[in-house]
């Protein structure tokens, strides 16, 4: 079946450091990749996203390149801010009718001013 | 429209209640799915719905959950004989199209707590 295995957090980190979130999957045929963000008590919002191999997605100063060779979607931002902290997921749809999503477990990430 | 809509945002229930989510889509959107999120875990498909029909279940669904969507618009998530187990976010989202993927909203979820 499908998976998504994510670096294990916390992360915390200092204003504009760099941000590196590991990402990798399985799954049958050629998925589709996601980044979502959730902020304290707010819904799921979908950061960016990726739909074949060597695809970059890219938003809000966050990108992540589809590594069909290596199974890996790692998120990476130059220079975070406090406002970047949130719980981020990396999600895969691996196509069919329904769309729907399989999440990695989250990696809480807090930026220290 | 203010987005997706999930009511009540935290229910607080003892064992062996029913309870009764409600999940506002995007009026436009003919696609709305289930998710539920336990601590430390990512979300995980419970149940989704076009328009009105009911297309798939997952596992994670057993005889206690039931799911409608009466005339295609809003949802409804109840759950029977809670259990302690049950204790977790209930995340609704809606699309307009499987291929719109920017279209997949989420509400903010309903947290229920079993004691």
């Known amino acids: 079946g499908n998976s998504v295995t994510q670096m294990e957090g916390p992360v915390t980190l200092s204003e504009e450091a760099f941000l590196t979130i590991n990402c990798t999957y399985t799954?049958?045929?050629?998925?589709?990749l996601f980044w979502y963000v959730q902020y304290p008590g707010e819904g799921l919002q979908l950061l960016l996203k990726?739909?074949?191999?060597?695809d970059k997605g890219s938003n809000k100063g966050f990108e992540a390149t589809y590594r069909k060779e290596t199974t890996s979607f790692h998120l990476e931002k130059g220079s975070v801010q406090v406002s970047d902290s949130a719980v981020y997921f990396c999600?895969?749809?691996?196509?069919?009718?329904?769309?729907?999503?399989?999440f990695g477990k989250g990696t809480l990430l807090t930026v220290n001013p | 429209d203010t987005g997706v809509s999930q009511n009540p945002r935290h229910k607080i229930t003892k064992r062996g209640q029913n309870v009764t989510f409600r999940c506002d889509p995007i009026?436009?959107?003919?696609?709305l799915y289930w998710y539920r999120q336990t601590l430390g875990q990512g979300p995980e498909f419970l149940t989704y719905?076009?328009?009105?029909?009911?297309?798939?279940k997952s596992r994670l669904l057993s005889d206690r959950f039931s799911a409608e969507r009466p005339k295609g618009s809003f949802s409804t998530l109840e759950i029977q004989r809670t259990e302690q187990g049950d204790s977790a976010m209930y995340l609704c989202?809606?699309?307009?199209?499987?291929?719109?993927?920017?279209?997949?909203?989420f509400g903010s979820g309903t947290r229920l707590t079993v004691v």
């Open positions: 989202a809606s699309s307009p199209d499987p291929r719109d993927h920017y279209g997949y909203t």
């Open positions: 799954a049958t045929g050629y998925p589709s």
């Open positions: 990726a739909t074949k191999a060597d």
């Open positions: 999600a895969l749809n691996s196509g069919g009718s329904n769309y729907k999503l399989t």
């Open positions: 009026s436009e959107h003919n696609r």
């Open positions: 719905f076009q328009n009105e029909a009911q297309l798939e």
